[in-house]
T-cell receptor, first 116, second 111 residues
């Protein structure tokens, strides 16, 4: 969905390096999410944010941190990358269901990260 | 946490055939969605369907929340339907939020 953008789209880095993945959205949604996808598996939730001051850990937050700089921007950081963090990373947004939205998730195009 | 099981894991269809994909979940949920991931990796929302039935062209979905399952129907399949179909469920309440994806059904439609 062009309304949700991710940068970079591909990144190769080395073990121990700090890396940041960025997500921006123009949908005006309050809720934003970071997921990782590994081959043959579904998506797993890393962190989610229901508004700028509300950030929560998901299923697999160890080794990751996030920053919600504005309603439209949500960044994911790997403080010290390790090879098992090699994966496809997705950002998503959704409406707040109690303001008339449906909590339908809209995904960015993904960032393919390789940690050597 | 909530467990999500999708079946079958793999499905090969001849173009024009119909199919049914299933999603079982282990607990009450507020939200169920079906997604299609195309061969280029893009995830597209197909249905937001916590209960009931919806249709969109050749695709339809039914969720029976009381029995904790959802079905995605694809009729007259086309090669462009190939990819992986994911079911995702969410529960929010009492200050907690869980969102879980199934492992997907990989669909290959051959001409």
């Amino acid at each position: 969905d062009a309304d949700v953008t991710q940068t970079p789209r591909n990144r190769i880095t080395k073990t121990g390096k700090r890396i940041m993945l960025e997500c921006s959205q123009t949908k005006g949604h309050d809720r934003m999410y970071w997921y990782r996808q590994d081959p043959g598996l579904g998506l797993r939730l890393i962190y989610y944010s229901f508004d700028v001051k509300d950030i929560n850990k998901g299923e697999i937050s160890d080794g990751y941190s996030v920053s919600r700089q504005a309603q439209a921007k949500f960044s994911l950081s790997l403080e010290s990358a390790i090879p098992n963090q090699t994966a496809l990373y997705f950002c998503a947004t959704s409406d707040f269901p109690w303001t008339g939205g449906t909590d339908t998730q809209y995904f960015g195009p993904g960032t393919r990260l390789t940690v050597l | 946490g909530i467990q999500v099981e999708q079946s079958p894991p793999d499905l090969i269809l001849q173009e024009g055939a119909n199919s049914t994909l299933r999603c079982n979940f282990s607990d009450s949920v507020n939200n169920l969605q079906w997604f299609h991931q195309n061969p280029w990796g893009q995830l597209i929302n197909l249905f937001y369907i916590p209960s009931g039935t919806k249709q969109n062209g050749r695709l339809s979905a039914t969720t029976v929340a009381t029995e904790r399952y959802s079905l995605l129907y694809i009729s007259s399949s086309q090669t462009t339907d190939s990819g992986v179909y994911f079911c995702a469920v969410a529960y929010s309440g009492a200050g907690s939020y869980q969102l879980t994806f199934g492992k997907g059904t990989k669909l290959s439609v051959i001409p």
